[in-house]
């Protein structure tokens, strides 16, 4: 242990030190069971970014199959049932589907890239996979049922004074929570 002020080697129990005379801070116990709540908010930022793994994998695969979907019904692809918004046989321009096509494409793979960057940054405990992460979850506050929850739960997690310090203790020590690595010490 050493003086704050002039950096003099000081004893044990020692209450000014010799040199300068300036009182020795007290040492600070270390919080009660802030191990134990740091291994439990590991485990829920691990479990967050594997759904939002999940959601960006679902996301993908429902987009394709929608746009797929969409596609042959709008261009009549199902043969001429005489059903949809053109079923008289008066079509749009071409370029006008086309736009739209192009547009729900784009929307798809922006929120499937944004849900994979946030999984990424949240299971490597970056500060910046929280913040995407936050922006993620916003932006899927008016995505129907499945969206929703996992925006709602999102903020739940990493918002907040206690989360967000949990967090960054999280982010300065990426062996809590790794059982290869075993418990903090």
């Given amino acids: ?59 993908l695969l429902f987009g394709l199959t929608g746009l797929s979907f969409a596609h042959a019904f709008f261009f009549n692809h199902f043969g001429h049932w005489g059903h949809g918004p053109w079923g008289d046989g008066s079509m749009p321009p071409d370029w006008l589907g086309q736009a739209i096509f192009h547009v729900v494409w784009v929307a798809v793979m922006v929120r499937v890239g944004l849900a994979l960057v946030a999984a990424w940054g949240l299971h490597e ?10 922006v993620a979850a916003i932006l899927n506050l008016v995505h129907p049922l499945f969206g929703t929850a996992l925006g709602i739960w ?32």
């Fill in 125 to 134: 405990r970056t500060q910046w996979g929280r913040i995407v992460a936050i």
């Fill in 154 to 185: 999102t903020l739940v997690v990493l918002l907040g004074y206690r989360n967000t310090t949990l967090y960054e203790q999280l982010s300065w020590n990426p062996h809590v929570g790794n059982p290869q690595f075993g418990p903090l010490r």
């Fill in 1 to 59: 242990m050493f003086c704050s002020g002039c950096g003099q080697a000081l004893m044990q129990g020692q209450p000014v030190c010799q040199q300068c005379g300036r009182p020795v801070a007290p040492v600070v116990p270390p919080v009660p069971g802030l191990q134990f709540q740091l291994e439990s908010y590991a485990g829920k930022v691990k479990a967050l970014s594997l759904v939002w793994f999940l959601y960006a994998a679902f996301s």
